[in-house]
């Protein structure tokens, strides 16, 4: 008989992080996996510990030195450095470096009411006098970054995302585990040895206050005494996985929030080419980030100061939602060429230096069905209301019930699993 106190589902961040305090406080855990690794939507391939990064097909930046991330990361040793590129900008096919927009940037989402009526980020922006440039920037920005639809996000929620980005200096710091961001996972997940089932995809949960029965797609069953729910936001609301009774309660909140969609391709090559290129009188040697005003890909960037001859596209939002199950061979030409003529370098030339091609698209990702989650108009506090454990058995966790403006992030995940842990022990102890 699979008995324990309680059971996870899903071994990414949230899971983690609450399976280890649970086994910590001495409450025995099982975390039913259904992929056959550990991550979720943190995904490092490659060789580890070499002169190069390894790959990072999902989350990459640590945003800030979150201690739930850093407590892990100190403890254990491992490496890590902070980004310090250079930014540069394509417009109408001239490259040079971005002008410094961010505090003009910042200051539009500091003029989000935070009272009164919500309204989608587009509705709010459509009432500023701000100029094309500014204006282009951040509809760019809230397309790439946040994964949204500018006519369908929140303003509100992104005024609490960005005083919270104040005040955990997130909005200012980025850094890279060296070693690849699921080394981080490892270390919980070697925590709990034994305890994790991998290849175990959940397609049922029976449950009543205080049991619950997780049926896994090969027959075995698994009972507990409460349950920790951390499948993505699109699993829940398309219904993956059956609950019965089913989640009522969570209709609304889920009908608040959307889940964005994300295309990533990494790109290793034969040398940093980019050091040898020059534009606007000035050397790219520095690349950071590179952002441009095509239709795809938009948005690359390099590892530096890391040396690794390496380079990442991104396409978020609408833009990868036209891409959705696209073969990695149509994704490449693609992003091939929105590269080559970005940084005016002959398609032929880029080719040749490419050793190393790797995609990944979120939205066809069958455990995940998209990237990471935002609040829709009036969905602003959605989030928590997702986040409410329900009859002291069933408890939720990930970035989508992070309710502190930490959606989207992994230390805003393994936050939510560990307020789950307490919540668990909580209702064991009574």
Not at 44 to 70: D, N, T, Y
Not at 86 to 102: A, F, Q, R, T
Not at 205 to 224: L, Y
Not at 386 to 411: I, M, Q, R, S, W
Request: hydrophobic share 40%; aromatic share 8%; with cysteine.
């Amino acid at each position: 008989m699979n008995e324990t106190d309680v059971l996870v589902i899903g071994a990414g961040a949230a899971g983690l992080a609450a399976a280890r305090d649970l086994v910590d406080a001495g409450v025995s855990v099982r975390v039913l996996e259904a992929r056959g690794r550990v991550g979720g939507r943190i995904y490092s391939v490659g060789e580890r510990g070499g002169k190069e990064l390894p790959v990072e097909l999902g989350a990459e930046f640590v945003h800030g030195k979150q201690r739930e991330i850093f407590d892990i990361v100190e403890g254990a040793g491992l490496p890590y450095f902070e980004y310090d590129g250079e930014s540069w900008c394509s417009d109408d096919g001239k490259l040079k470096v971005c002008p410094n927009i961010e505090e003009r940037q910042e200051e539009i989402f500091k003029r989000i009411p935070k009272r009164g009526a919500d309204q989608s980020f587009l509705e709010f922006l459509n009432t500023q006098k701000v100029d094309e440039d500014l204006r282009k920037h951040v509809l760019n920005y809230v397309e790439g970054f946040e994964a949204a639809h500018a006519d369908r996000i929140s303003a509100k929620s992104l005024r609490q995302e960005h005083e919270e980005m104040d005040r955990s200096g997130g909005a200012m710091e980025a850094f890279h585990v060296s070693w690849g961001y699921d080394t981080i996972l490892a270390v919980l997940a070697g925590h709990l040895m034994d305890r994790i089932q991998l290849n175990s995809p959940v397609r049922r949960v029976n449950w009543a206050p205080g049991a619950v029965e997780c049926e896994c797609d090969d027959g075995r069953t698994f009972r507990a005494k409460a349950l920790v729910v951390t499948l993505p936001l699109s699993i829940l609301q398309e219904g993956a996985v059956e609950f019965v009774p089913a989640l009522d309660e969570k209709s609304e909140a889920m009908s608040l929030l959307a889940m964005g969609s994300v295309i990533r391709v990494v790109l290793r090559f034969t040398e940093r080419f980019w050091e040898r290129l020059t534009h606007d009188g000035r050397s790219m040697k520095e690349l950071g980030f590179l952002f441009s005003d095509r239709e795809h890909f938009p948005v690359w960037w390099t590892p530096y100061p890391d040396r690794s001859p390496m380079m990442t596209g991104w396409m978020a939002g609408p833009k990868a939602e036209a891409f959705r199950g696209k073969t990695k061979d149509f994704v490449m030409e693609k992003a091939l060429s929105a590269l080559s003529e970005v940084l005016k370098i002959s398609r032929h030339e880029l080719e040749a230096l490419v050793t190393e091609k790797h995609f990944h698209d979120w939205q066809a990702d069958p455990y995940s069905k998209g990237a990471y989650s935002y609040a829709l108009v009036g969905g602003a506090e959605a989030a928590r209301e997702l986040a409410c454990p329900l009859k002291g058995t069933l408890f939720f966790a990930g970035e989508a019930t992070n309710g502190d403006g930490d959606n989207g992030t992994v230390h805003g995940a393994m936050a939510t699993g560990r307020r789950a842990a307490r919540e668990v022990m909580e209702c064991l102890r009574k």
